[in-house]
């Protein structure tokens, strides 16, 4: 729900890691493979993969608009330039082998979509969801965060600046948009609607990054702060219970107000609980791997879906595998240790497609040649060292 930062590249200009972030940032990568694997509905209430990813995101993006002074437009350059090769590699992949295997679609069923020259240079600029075959929707599918990404970015020094005037005003402003649609003063038609709707969902989350950036968060006092999660969070699960969607049910991510009323509340303590973690430091290979995980985070967040399907091709093909995954907990097991291996091979071919972005040196390996050291909580004096969730480092 932006990048990634070399561990090494951020030991050198001297600067520690916020551990906590980089864990919330894994902990999100790995839910939404896992949820993506199994739609297991009840995974986005136990943690919201994608609104903590916009708020890490929307927390980036702020420091880097209040280091670029007056004129915000090289921001914007140089985030756009992180987010799109890793989108590129994807597509030189994806396309032509939706093309390959035949573009068909089903819009009655919503699986698929048209290709012609004009949704195919999305995959090029994201500015929608890019299109995908029937064959290949599950490749395309994640692609939404791209473009709610991009759109919050190029809001962003507008947000930014409304936000740090009017910051409660600013925040109701994407739930009110949310409301009307509910009540039909407007409809998610066609790819520009699906986008508002998308960025009305998570604009909340976003600007609860701009807060954690200026430090607002984590000052306020828990006597305060738990009301006002709580009744966000009661108040997106009543809503999903009892206006279920569809085709899902209750499940919160299909529900857009109460996806955007529960990943509020749920990033507002997750950003205000900042535990210590700094003797990760001590357990070496588990700190290397966080690092590493967060420095390849883009790779890790498209790549999942194409990993999911291929890994259950794999499976279907080796009998013995395939007797394994009828089993109730080795199946699972067995699925994810694929799925996390495929991950992991995506990572080593085109992980340094990042590196290239972000213009630094490219490493087919990530793993740190040393551990990262932790850095100070993040604050509004704070270095900007740390990866965002899938998109783009610090500029």
């Known amino acids: 729900m932006g990048t ?13 890691r916020d551990r906590w972030i980089d ?3 894994a ?20 943690f919201p993969s994608m609104p903590v990813m916009f708020a890490l995101a929307g927390s980036l993006v702020a420091g880097s608009l209040d280091r ?20 590129w590699a994807l597509g030189v992949v994806a396309v032509p082998l939706m093309l390959w295997m035949g573009w068909t679609y089903d819009s009655a069923r919503g699986v698929g979509s048209p290709l012609d020259w004009r949704t195919l240079a999305l995959w090029v600029v994201p500015v929608a969801e890019p299109p995908g075959s029937a064959w290949g929707y599950d490749w ?3 692609l939404w965060y791209l473009a709610t990404y991009l759109w919050l970015l190029l809001l962003s020094p507008s947000l930014l600046w409304l936000f740090r005037r009017w910051p409660l005003r600013t925040m109701a402003v994407p739930f009110l948009l949310l409301v ?3 009540v039909g003063v407007w409809e998610a038609d066609g790819r520009g609607g699906e986008v508002l709707l998308d960025v009305s969902t998570y604009a909340s989350c976003w600007m609860l990054g701009f807060a954690h950036h200026d430090n607002r968060i984590r000052p306020l006092r828990l006597v305060r702060l738990l009301p006002v999660a709580a009744l966000l969070l009661v108040a997106g699960l009543a809503w999903a219970l009892r206006f279920p969607d569809p085709s899902s049910g209750s499940n919160i991510d299909d529900i857009p107000l109460a996806a955007a009323l529960w990943g509020t509340g749920a990033v507002l303590l997750l950003l205000r609980m900042y535990p210590d973690l700094s003797g990760l430091s001590r357990v070496g290979w588990l700190d290397r791997l966080l690092v590493a995980v967060n420095s390849r985070a883009m790779t890790i967040y498209l790549w999942g879906n194409p990993a999911i399907v291929v890994a259950a091709a794999l499976i279907a093909v080796v009998p013995l595998a395939a007797s394994i995954d009828e089993q109730p907990v080795a199946g699972p097991v067995q699925f994810l240790a ?26 087919l390996n990530p793993w740190p040649r040393s551990a990262a050291r932790p850095g100070p909580p993040a604050g509004p ?13 610090a500029a």
């Not at 902990?27 to 136990?46: E, G, I």
């Not at 694929?338 to 490493?363: C, N």
């Not at 004096?381 to 480092?393: F, L, N």
Request: proline fraction near 11%; charged fraction near 20%.
């Open 68 to 87: 670029s002074g007056v004129n915000p437009w090289p921001v914007m350059g140089r985030r756009l330039r992180r987010l799109l090769p890793p989108v």
């Open 27 to 46: 902990l999100a990568l790995v839910r939404v493979v896992v949820y993506h694997s199994f739609s297991l509905a009840w995974l986005p209430l136990v």
């Open 4 to 16: 990634p930062l070399d561990a090494s590249a951020g030991a050198a200009r001297g600067t520690g």
């Open 23 to 25: 864990c919330l940032r």
């Open 381 to 393: 004096d704070a270095p900007e060292r740390r990866p965002e969730a899938p998109g783009t480092e």
């Open 180 to 182: 009307a649609s509910v």
């Open 338 to 363: 694929v799925t996390f291996g495929l991950i992991a091979v995506a990572v080593l071919l085109v992980g340094w497609v990042e590196d290239v972005a972000a213009r630094r040196r490219p490493r």
């Open 140 to 142: 395309s599918e994640p």
